[in-house]
């Protein structure tokens, strides 16, 4: 026997198919078997188990239970098919019902198919049984049926009114009111159904635009969008029941299920996400995109909401939220902005606060008024006010502290609750916790202070190792380097960066140094290369008022403690390498008033802070002298004076 594998199957051949095997097979003239390539789904009942001639329940029967489980296309020959008995199609068997085929069903039985039956006529069952089918008109038929000028039936059950215009329907009672409108499309059932005179409108979905009237430029995708719709013109929607109890607000865009679910009279709005803007009714101009953004708004108007959550709970006006829960708990708050990851999360009525960054304000609830900028930036504030951080992680454990400024990564790190301070740069004030009154600008500047209060550094470093002390302040690259103690004040780079636990020290000038590093209650200018000290006048005036003083008495120290000292000329060979011009200068060595002074020491000729590098006040010297002076001139007055 001969097999003969075909490239086409003719209609003779699928007259034979019965579905089981994947090929059509059958005898040729010689006895052997032509075999064809494999078929698609579709079984002639008919031919396949009626033998072309049998239109009844038997034929049906016997096709279903030959094939069982198989999932098959049933085609059902024109003619008219007896049922007379009860029946069930699986949900296995697609049925396809050309123009022609009839199922006469007989009174009191039932015919239920329950797979989807694809019928080419309106006209498909006869008798007084029942079918039960989830039945499809298909397109071609619709086609066929509703355009073509000599069968207008199915074209008058889809617009069952005077038709007039471009429209386009399909679906039970779609555009079935429609009077005047034009360009219309309404695909499914019951949609655009209460349309008389509204153009420009598009629905799909079951119920969608179903109460629309008079609005035009609408578009409702979805089951039931924009169902109860009757006047609000120009809203696009795109879901299951988005904008589903609007009436008649417009300009709207609603785009995912239940999208401004509630909108009534709101314009303006624009959703995007399952939930988003679900419980707004009157509000207008608001933005939501993201699952649950603004979804809990009712009134609320000109709030913008993008990311999960995003102003979830708010009920304000005038909002912005930028990013996955962006001010989630905000109720009653107004004109704030929030663009990061969960950015003032926790706000619930603070108002005016400004959040850019991964939780930016993160926890604040009242404060008001705070401009946040960076990762975690005011990340801790609660209540707060007046704040301005910029960079990441600045003042991110900021909890009730309030008109700080930190601006630079790290800036003012782990303060608490500190007020009205300034750090400008990277880590400045960076370990700060509750010192207030604070201005640090530099990199690293009052990097180890803690509680020090009101302090002023402006500089690389400056002030770079304060703690706890207060009111110093030191301008310049590394002014104050090394100072725990306060009360001090340099200025000019380098200035007072010896100084250690001194305090009330003022060091003016480019490397102006104290005394010694313990030296208290010191002023310094310039440095040891300083050789003129100039001013437009030659004193300094100094506190001396009698009301001031005790204890006075006149002075003893006259011409014998003058004639004690020893001017000298001398030119200057620093130790420490400091090159001074070379040139003789007059004046006094520190040692020798020492010799001078012994017994006297409270003149201060010699100020001794450092032992290692003495300095002399030769200024001082002014009263012994005037006394030694007077002292003279008694003698050329006296009588013992004269030749």
């Known amino acids: 026997m001969t097999t003969v594998i075909k490239g086409k199957v003719v209609r003779s051949d699928l007259a034979v198919w019965d579905g089981i095997e994947p090929r059509v097979s059958r005898r040729d003239s010689t006895g052997g078997t032509i075999s064809s390539l494999p078929v698609n789904d579709f079984v002639d009942v008919l031919e396949a188990y009626g033998s072309g001639l049998d239109f009844t329940l038997s034929t049906i029967n016997r096709c279903t239970t030959a094939l069982g489980s198989k999932s098959r296309t049933l085609v059902f020959r024109p003619g008219t098919w007896t049922i007379d008995d009860n029946v069930t199609i699986a949900s296995n068997f697609t049925i396809r019902v050309p123009a022609g085929a009839v199922f006469d069903v007989s009174s009191g039985k039932t015919l239920t198919f329950s797979g989807p039956v694809l019928k080419e006529s309106y006209t498909w069952t006869s008798g007084s049984g029942t079918v039960v089918a989830n039945e499809w008109l298909t397109p071609s038929a619709f086609m066929a049926t509703a355009i073509n000028d000599a069968d207008t039936t199915a074209l008058t059950a889809t617009l069952n009114a005077n038709f007039t215009g471009t429209n386009t329907a399909l679906g039970g009672g779609a555009l079935d009111s429609n009077t005047t409108g034009t360009n219309n499309a309404a695909f499914g059932l019951n949609t655009l159904t209460a349309n008389t005179t509204a153009s420009s409108n598009t629905a799909v979905g079951s119920g969608a635009l179903d109460a629309n009237t008079t609005a035009s430029n609408n578009t409702a995708v979805g089951a039931s969008a924009l169902g109860a719709n009757t006047t609000g013109a120009d809203n696009t929607v795109l879901g299951s029941l988005s904008m589903a109890s ?13 999208a401004l679910g509630a909108n009534t009279t709101g314009v303006d709005n624009t959703a995007v996400g399952y939930g988003a803007l679900i419980v707004n009714t009157t509000g207008a101009s608001n933005v939501a995109v993201g699952r649950d953004a603004l979804a809990t708004n009712v009134s609320s108007i000109e709030n913008v909401a993008v990311g999960h959550g995003a102003l979830s709970t708010n009920t304000a006006t005038g909002n912005v939220a930028v990013g996955h829960r962006a001010l989630f708990n905000n109720t009653t708050a107004i004109e704030n902005v929030a663009v990061g990851e969960r950015a003032l999360q926790a706000n619930t009525t603070g108002n005016e606060n400004t959040a850019v960054g991964r939780q930016s304000l993160f ?13 975690d930036t005011l990340g801790g504030t609660t209540t707060g006010s007046f704040n301005t951080a910029i960079g990441a992680g600045t003042l991110a454990t900021n909890t009730t502290g309030a008109q700080n400024t930190a601006v630079g990564g790290g800036a003012m790190q782990v303060s608490t609750t500190a007020e009205q301070s300034v750090a400008v740069g990277l880590s400045a004030l960076g370990v700060n916790t509750t010192g207030s009154f604070n201005v640090a600008v530099g990199f690293s500047a009052m990097v180890a202070a803690t509680t020090a209060a009101s302090c002023t550094a402006v500089g690389w470093k ?24 306060g009360t001090c004040t340099a ?31 010191e002023i310094t200018f310039g440095n040891s290369s300083i050789a003129t ?16 003083k005790k204890d006075i008495q006149s002075l003893e120290l006259g011409l014998a403690f003058v004639e004690k000292l ?3 000329k001398f030119k200057w060979a620093m130790r420490d390498g400091t090159e001074k011009p070379d040139r003789f200068e007059a004046g006094f060595i520190a040692q020798d008033l020492q010799v001078a002074q012994a017994g006297a020491e409270w003149l201060g000729l010699v100020y001794e802070s450092n032992p290692d590098k003495l300095e002399a006040a030769p200024g001082k010297l002014l009263p012994m002298i005037v006394r030694a002076i007077q002292e003279l001139s008694v003698k050329v007055r006296s009588p013992e004076a004269r030749p």
């Open 566 to 568: 020893k001017p000298v």
């Open 491 to 521: 200025l000019g780079a380098e200035a007072g960066n010896t100084i250690t636990t001194g305090t009330n020290n003022t060091c003016v000038g480019y490397n102006a140094q104290a005394s010694a590093a313990t030296a208290t209650n």
């Open 363 to 375: 926890s604040n609830t009242t404060g008001t008024q705070n401009t946040a900028l960076g990762v």
């Open 533 to 548: 000290l100039r001013a437009q006048v030659t004193t300094i005036s100094a506190l001396s008022d009698r009301r001031d």
């Open 462 to 485: 400056a002030l770079n190792a304060i703690t706890t002390a207060a009111s110093s302040t030191a301008v310049g690259i590394n002014a104050l380097l090394l100072s725990t103690g």
């Open 246 to 258: 609007n009436t008649t607000g417009a300009s709207n865009t609603g785009i995912g299920r239940s």
